[in-house]
């Protein structure tokens, strides 16, 4: 098993705090083990040297091992420039980071939006976002009527697509259209420089019809990544035998509970959908779990 370390940055009052002076010091001590992926937040967007000053910072960690940029939801729903609006990723003043990272053929891993339900009333809870949206509210859209809508932010996701088809991009969770695979489907065909990955979306797939499901993975075998977005932020040194010997027990109770879903026709549970498994081939498994990340992040 290999990993992705995916640089957080989060802005607060006093800068934006990030997580990848940690990483660069895990991949310099195992190499073979972890990867990295840098990150970009528009904080300071209005600022006339934005662009350069980024892709400066990009060179620098592209440099130090970066294979992937990494962008979040806050475009379009959470950072916003000096007039006070929400900065969507298709942004004219991003468009030189773009064209940086595609002449470096640096893809981008975009978390932009997030599922429907975040615009819909959390009355449900066997809706398989209750548990998230319930403990983070500030991504509830719909108790925030200021961020801008579901349609809003994946048009200007679509329009970033369509404006730079030599970048290479992951949409991750499924390019916050899990609830309909379909959906997922018609933007890879229509962009093929796109791929997907359902990190913390089984649940949405789950409660869909587990042939439907199946026919996307064999259909689109070759641009779609397992991904988990299983994450501690709590350094090894300061967790007690037994929180180790926890955390492994639920990491494996966890891999185990996907791979039943992808792998068996077994019944499944996850996040409240239940259902049936996929039993998808060795051959659709293994790009699904290993052959299309080390393709697209060229480990080979």
Known sequence: MQALLVDVAIADSVGVNRSWDNYVTHAKAQPDLFSLCSSLIAVGIDTPDFANSQIDRLKKEIAQGARM??????????????????????????????????????????????????????DDKNNPHFGYYSDHPEYHAYKHPEIPSYETIITAR????????????????????????????????????????????????????SEKVKAFFEKYQNRIMFGTDYGTSSPQEEKSKEDLTSEEYNLQENYQRLWTYVATKDSVAERGQKNIGLGLSKEVLNKFYYQNAVDFLKLQ
């Open 158 to 209: 679509d329009n970033w697509i369509a404006s730079n088809p030599d970048l290479r991009i992951l949409c991750a969770h499924m390019g916050s259209m899990s609830h309909d695979v379909e959906m997922v489907a018609e933007r890879l065909d229509k962009y093929p420089n796109i791929y997907v990955e359902p990190a913390a979306r089984f649940g949405d797939l789950v409660g869909q019809d």
């Open 69 to 122: 940029v990494k962008v979040w939801k806050n475009f379009g729903m959470v950072t916003k420039d000096a007039s006070g609006t929400f900065i969507q990723i298709d942004d004219a003043r991003l468009q030189p980071i773009w064209d940086f990272l595609s002449k470096q053929n640096i893809p981008v891993m975009a978390h932009i939006g997030e599922p429907v339900q975040a615009w819909r009333p959390l």
